[in-house]
C-alpha cells in the first residue's frame, strides 16, 4: 500500500473549502431568485450573446407588452416568439389577464413551466401537440438574427400561430422583407435595449398599434419585488 494511500482522501484547504461553500450559497440564491416572485424581472436570466440575446429595456418591453394586451383583448391569448422580455412583463403586469407562451431556443426559460415551449427557428413548424394552430390573438416575435434566411422561417411560424394580429420587432434594414413575407408596416415607436446596438431597431405591425402613436407621457414602469 502506497503512502498516499494510507493518508486518505485528499482534504481541501481553509481557503478552497471558504471559496466552495461560497459558491455553493450563490447558486442556491440564484436559485432562489428564479423560483421566487421576482422571476419575471427583466434581466433575471442573464443574456447570452452567442444565441444573440439583448433585452429590451423595461420601458420598451412595458410598451410593447401593453400593445400586444390592448390588441389580445380581454382574456386573450399571446405568443412571444424569441421576446423573453415582452413575457416576463406580461406576466409581471398581467399574470392573470391574459394567456401568454414564451416560445424559446434557450432551456433557461423552462423555469415558466408550462407558458415555456421549446423552439428553434429553423424548425418553424416543429411545435407540440398541444399548441394548436392559429390560437393566439397576437404575435410579437423578435428574430434572433438579421437576416432574410431567419426571417423568412420565423415569419411561418408567426403565421402557423396567430388569428391575424402581428407585432415584430426587428432591424429597420428588414422593413422590405417584413412587408413582404408577413405585411407589416413600420411604426414610429423606437425600442430601446438595455445595452446599445448598432443596428435601428424598430417595430412592425399589421393592426391599428398605440406603437404609432407619438406618446408625449411615458407609461410608468412597474417594478417587481427586489
Known amino acids: ?129 398541444r399548441i394548436a394552430t392559429h390560437s393566439f390573438d397576437i404575435v410579437v416575435a423578435d428574430p434572433p438574427y438579421l437576416s432574410e434566411e431567419c426571417l423568412r422561417k420565423m415569419s411561418e411560424t408567426i403565421k402557423l400561430l396567430t388569428r391575424g394580429k402581428i407585432l415584430l420587432c426587428t432591424g429597420a434594414v428588414m422593413e422590405d422583407a417584413a412587408a413582404k413575407l408577413l405585411g407589416v408596416k413600420m411604426c414610429k415607436f423606437i425600442p430601446e435595449h438595455t445595452r446599445t446596438l448598432g443596428n435601428e431597431f424598430r417595430c412592425f405591425v399589421n393592426y391599428n398599434s398605440g406603437l404609432d402613436c407619438n406618446l408625449s407621457v411615458r407609461l410608468p414602469v412597474q417594478e417587481g419585488p427586489k
Open 1 to 129: 500500500m502506497s503512502d498516499s494511500e494510507d493518508e486518505g482522501p485528499p482534504q481541501l484547504s481553509s481557503y478552497a473549502l471558504a471559496a466552495l461553500q461560497e459558491f455553493y450559497a450563490e447558486q442556491q440564491h440564484h436559485h432562489s431568485d428564479l423560483c421566487g416572485d421576482d422571476k419575471y424581472n427583466i434581466g433575471i436570466i442573464e443574456e447570452n450573446w452567442q444565441l444573440s440575446q439583448f433585452w429590451y429595456s423595461p420601458e420598451t418591453a412595458t410598451r410593447l407588452a401593453e400593445d400586444a394586451v390592448a390588441a389580445a383583448g380581454e382574456g386573450g391569448r399571446i405568443a412571444c416568439v424569441s421576446a423573453p422580455s415582452v413575457y416576463q412583463k406580461l406576466r409581471e403586469r398581467h399574470r392573470d389577464d391574459v394567456s401568454v407562451c414564451i416560445f424559446e431556443y434557450d432551456r433557461r426559460f423552462a423555469i415558466y413551466g408550462e407558458d415555456f415551449v421549446y423552439y428553434d427557428y429553423k424548425n418553424p413548424v416543429d411545435l407540440p401537440e
